[in-house]
């Protein structure tokens, strides 16, 4: 048993907190330097531009937002996101699905520093990431049909984390523990969990490295959702001559939680799984000529995924998953007097032995061309064309093109037209058990994707509004005929969206510098969607996924600093599902600050709203989270 009473473990962080208060010998600031918003460059693998010159719907989580939000994961990071549809089965994101604009969860495609860690055996492992939030810089969601800039999977969109550069050499740590108060079924005990983060950065003359380590766990929220997470990150750039650099990235996660009602509910109560996930890429970035920049780049991901139907009885149901995944990228960016060319190939592998999905692999070349150039003042145009060769299904070719124009000062109108396809995982095709049975016939399904709109960005405001329109064909959802059968996966529909979205962020860095009021920052973001379904297999009478869309999301956030020392963040989300209740949950955080060290408290669910985001899963209550965070 984890914890006993969590009012002890709260009480001993308050002492380790007064001890750590003391500490004097230190030589750097807690907080880093912070950028303006328009100066975050979106960190594409070819064309690259700033947030400000985007022809695309392109939200930003910057490092400064990202320190004030109450949360602990990439997960409930991500809620906040316009458009981003979070779907958690866990507390702190031990487990959960991410789609976008009403796609489903293997719709979307995640990437860290460029790098993509999608998971061909199922999407449900796409989020179990090595990394903390101490080690993000900032995280790029790009909405809409990207297989143009990010190639197979990227059908409603791509989010792509981007790590910190280590810029002087320092230590970081975060210790939390938290509680609902609740207790717990049998024994009485209250429902807990505890963290321990650290990080340290070394700055040399011609390299630089980040490492980090965490451990979270917790006795869970309800019946068998006990967790346990370990996480291992490091970061190097070495630098190789004059302009050449090599970058190196590894990480790794361990993941086992309780499985109560995630994917077979009722039958599942006594599920449990572990996920382990390892991920390394190497790249080296030289330039050829002045104006040619090449990198070539290569990525390895294992993930093993062991689930047990009933731990009781490991050998009942018992899946064990072991899938590889090699690329091989070479990215070219070249500049000239007509604008600036970017050219790539892709070598893709993708390899799992399983005991229930057999022993399988499947291999994907791809080859990109795009093209910015600017052909009147103000206007500029990107075009391009990703082609696509997979093993099992042939050839492929994904164009797009996007195009905006700067009018009166920081005004921009802007226009995109994007297509994608996403790739039926192991787990579609080949699946065998008690409530769900794979299709081996199952087609890809393709989009296509035209949006428009205008924005507004300067050092103190950005605003976003835009209209979009989707068509998704050869849609896959996981169906049946009658209650009693079984779920399977099928080709069974085309998926019509109409959205828009309505955004801003506003910042003022400093309101007075001797007065109470030291800064604020408000967010809020509105988005509309409306699916129709034109279903083309008469016998789908019940669908997983397809109704479970939001139609309507709206969430604010407001940051600010009081006496330059108190720091105040209130949020607020409200979402309304296509075949569920609306709900809004509330957040909070209160921070003390000083120069090395801050002390704060969040308030996660303040009203204890009872919702569900995924399948027959109840989230969590409130729950009341006391934390440290200290830097040298």
């Known amino acids: ?53 985007q022809n695309r719907n392109v939200s930003i989580i910057d490092r400064e937002k990202i320190k004030s939000l109450p949360v602990r994961s990439v997960s409930e990071l991500l809620s906040y996101v316009s458009g981003v549809d979070v779907r958690q089965r866990g507390p702190g994101g031990s487990q959960a699905d991410i789609s976008m604009d009403g796609g489903t969860f293997d719709q979307s495609l995640v990437l860290i520093n460029g790098i993509k860690v999608s998971d061909p055996q199922t999407g449900h492992n796409m989020m179990n990431l090595p990394i903390t939030m101490d080690d993000i810089d900032h995280i790029e969601v790009l909405r809409g049909s990207a297989s143009r800039i990010y190639g197979i999977n990227a059908l409603t969109g791509a989010i792509n984390i981007v790590t910190r550069t280590v810029k002087t050499t320092g230590l ?18 209250t429902y807990a969990n ?19 380590v965490a451990q979270e766990a917790g006795n869970g929220y309800r019946y068998n959702t006990a ?19 090599l970058d190196v990235m590894a990480g790794y996660v361990h993941n086992n939680f309780g499985a109560n009602a995630f994917y077979a509910a009722p039958g599942d109560k006594e599920a449990e799984e572990t996920v382990k996930t390892a991920l390394a890429s190497v790249s080296y970035t030289t330039k050829i000529m002045d104006n040619w920049t090449l990198v070539p780049r290569i990525s390895y991901r294992n993930n093993v995924d062991d689930y047990l139907y009933i731990k009781q009885t490991p050998d009942k149901f018992h899946n064990h998953h072991i899938g590889n995944v090699f690329d091989a990228e070479l990215n070219n960016t070249v500049q000239t007097a007509i604008g600036t060319f970017g050219f790539g190939l892709e070598a893709r592998t993708e390899r799992i032995k399983s005991t229930n999905l057999g022993k399988r692999d499947r291999t994907n070349t791809g080859i990109f061309g795009e093209y910015k150039f600017e052909p009147v003042a103000r206007l500029l145009i990107n075009v391009g064309m990703y082609t696509n060769y997979n093993s ?14 700067n009018f009166y000062g920081n005004w921009r109108l802007f226009a995109n037209l994007g297509t994608g396809q996403r790739l039926p995982t192991y787990t579609d095709l080949y699946y065998k058990g008690p409530t769900n049975i794979g299709n081996d016939q199952l087609r890809p399904e393709k989009s296509k994707y035209a949006e428009g709109g205008i924005k507004f960005n300067n050092d103190q405001l950005s605003m976003n509004a835009s209209y979009f329109v989707r068509r998704i064909d050869n849609f896959i959802d996981w169906v049946k005929a009658q209650q009693s059968d079984p779920w399977q996966p099928q080709n069974f529909s085309q998926v019509n969206t109409n959205g828009f979205t309505l955004s801003a962020d506003y910042k003022l860095a400093s309101l007075s510098q ?6 604020l920052r408000l967010g809020a973001s509105y988005t509309n969607l409306d699916p129709s379904f034109k279903t083309t297999l008469s016998t789908a009478n ?13 969430s604010g956030t407001a940051n600010a600093t009081f006496c330059k020392v108190i720091d105040l963040t209130l949020t607020a989300r409200y979402n309304e599902r296509i075949s569920y209740k609306n709900y809004t949950v509330m957040d909070a955080r209160i921070a003390f600050k000083q120069a090395h060290y801050s002390i704060y408290a969040d308030g996660a669910n303040l009203f204890n709203v009872q919702y569900i985001e995924a399948g027959a899963v109840p989230m969590p209550g409130s729950w009341f989270t006391l934390g440290l965070k200290a830097g040298i």
């Open 1 to 53: 048993m984890l914890f006993k009473n969590s009012a002890y473990l709260i009480g001993l962080l308050g002492c380790t907190l007064s001890v750590n208060a003391q500490t004097e010998n230190i030589s750097k600031p807690l907080n880093d330097t912070t950028r303006k918003l328009n100066e975050v460059i979106v960190k594409e693998n070819r064309l690259q531009l700033p947030f400000s010159k």
């Open 172 to 189: 970081s740590a975060n210790l939390f523990s938290g509680s609902s108060f609740k207790k717990k079924e049998g024994n009485g005990s």
């Open 194 to 212: 505890y963290g321990i983060q650290a990080s340290g950065s070394l700055a040399l003359t011609s390299s630089s490295h980040l490492f980090s």
């Open 227 to 245: 967790f346990n997470n370990q996480k291992l990150y490091y970061q190097g750039k070495i630098n190789v001559g004059s302009s050449d650099y």
């Open 392 to 405: 099992d299904y042939g050839w492929q070719a994904f164009p797009g093109l996007d195009a905006g124009y």
């Open 514 to 519: 001797n007065g109470w009021l030291n800064g």
């Open 542 to 554: 019940f669908s997983r996924y397809a109704l479970e869309s939001l139609r309507n999301q709206l």
